[in-house]
């Protein structure tokens, strides 16, 4: 279903009436339309922060692989832009479906009964074989034929694999899969997978809740990706080459930020020599030997979002960064400068209005404006006297490279205790190709929504 959409500053539901939405001049106003397409997934669904988007169908629009639950049963299904199913399975389990354990990891956002959960999912030609896959897990790792989701082969690790990532990490050409694994609450391990499934290596880590983010990258330059993760409970980020042994790691509160994990991390060339890695935690910027180069952690915080872009218009690229609890974005130079900071948001008395990973860089008011999405969340008490199931409307931001408000485009989730609003904003061309739409997943609508230029 697609509709017409423009900004409002009625709000349906207001978290009990406490939210107290963002400022909105009338020029604003008139440019915040987009067209809305939504895709019904079904009542009573858990979702994903972490969806697939890429061209399948090779038509130049992209398709969404989309892993959830509908009830107790494990779905992986792949759509077009305007809502056509193109194949559905149930092939490939979860964790829940392979161990039968409800209770092990109940409280952890990566169960399937959270709605706030992060089940990853990728599309590329993981074999080789010059077709692509699906690549999907948590729990297991599940590979499916991207035309046709038929399961193609499952890699059982042993435990919940809470992250992973595709890089190259023993040959250049060649993708592999570098992985974190809960081995059943006893013992953790990262290990790396080539592309058919057979393990490279495997070590043992010191902690085994991997949290929130793996990301492969090749930070020392050598042409092989180095695989960069953290482990709360042990309070420690590492840097591991992409055949295992340990490059550098951190103590996170004292070396970071103040928490136990980073949320949120890039690899690439922020500064001109070589690359860098920058975490959205305490808003760090590391060399490849593990040398601190710059921090905000004394003016962020809680950043949970970080992104990398250069705009055209600048002779140096950009870090995008925002801060989870202080409801705050900010545009960084290489060299950690602040060059705008954006206030702009929805708040509540209570502070339970967030910034989350739910955002992207997009050219959403013409072919090669490089503009961000950064996607409201909001946080309900589950004493609150606001019923259940309550509409709920929050906001798409989307900013300028300069700092300037370019739309704000109201989104809907149901309102229930925890997470509500955008569990992910993404750019992608489902809808158009000239201009980058939004896909946006919603905690317990159950639906996707599709925003896309007029």
Not at 31 to 49: D, F, K, Q, Y
């Amino acid at each position: 279903m697609t509709e017409t959409v423009q900004l409002s500053q009625r709000l349906e539901a207001c978290l009990g009436g406490r939210l107290r939405p963002p400022v909105i001049s009338p020029d604003l106003a008139e440019r915040s339309h987009a067209s809305l397409t939504r895709i019904h997934l079904g009542e009573a669904t858990v979702n994903t922060c972490n969806p697939a988007i890429a061209d399948v169908d090779g038509d130049g629009l992209d398709e969404i692989a989309m892993p959830f639950n509908r009830g107790e049963e494990d779905v992986v299904a792949l759509f077009r832009g305007d809502g056509t199913k193109l194949w559905e399975t149930t092939a490939a389990k979860f964790y829940h479906s392979v161990y039968d354990d409800d209770e092990l990891y109940l409280r952890s956002h990566w169960h399937y009964r959270t709605h706030h959960r992060h089940l990853l999912t990728r599309i590329c030609d993981l074999d080789g074989d010059g077709e692509l896959e699906v690549v999907v897990g948590l729990g297991p790792i599940h590979i499916l034929d991207a035309q046709t989701g038929r399961l193609k082969s499952s890699f059982d690790l042993d435990g919940l694999v809470q992250v992973w990532d595709l890089g190259h990490l023993h040959d250049p050409a060649a993708l592999g899969i570098a992985a974190g694994v809960n081995h059943h609450d006893e013992s953790g391990s990262i290990l790396a997978l080539d592309g058919h499934g057979d393990q490279l290596w495997r070590h043992e880590t010191v902690g085994k809740s991997f949290e929130d983010k793996l990301l492969c990258g090749d930070l020392t330059g050598d042409g092989l990706d180095e695989i960069a993760f953290s482990m709360a409970d042990a309070e420690r980020f590492e840097v591991r080459r992409g055949t295992g042994e340990l490059l550098w790691a951190k103590h996170v509160p004292a070396d970071i930020g103040e928490d136990t994990h980073v949320d949120d991390l890039v690899i690439g060339p922020i500064q001109e020599s070589g690359n860098q890695l920058a975490t959205s935690t305490g808003a760090c910027l590391f060399d490849s030997e593990g040398n601190l180069l710059w921090s905000l952690r004394d003016r962020l915080e809680h950043g949970q979002k970080v992104s990398l872009a250069q705009p055209p218009q600048a002779a140096e690229p950009r870090l995008y960064i925002c801060s989870k609890t202080g409801r705050r974005a900010y545009l960084l130079d290489p060299q950690g400068r602040v060059l705008w900071e954006y206030a702009n948001f929805s708040a509540t008395p209570d502070g339970r209005l967030y910034l989350t990973t739910a955002g992207d860089w997009l050219d959403w008011s013409g072919p090669g404006a490089c503009e961000i999405v950064q996607a409201e969340v909001a946080g309900a008490d589950p004493d609150a006297d606001t019923p259940q199931g309550t509409p709920l409307t929050l906001y798409l931001h989307i900013l300028s490279a300069e700092g300037a408000e370019v739309a704000k485009l109201p989104y809907q989730d149901s309102l229930r205790p925890g997470m509500n609003g955008a569990m992910c904003a993404r750019a992608c061309h489902l809808r158009t190709r000239d201009r980058h739409d939004i896909l946006v997943i919603p905690h317990h609508a159950g639906e996707i929504l599709i925003f896309s230029p007029l």
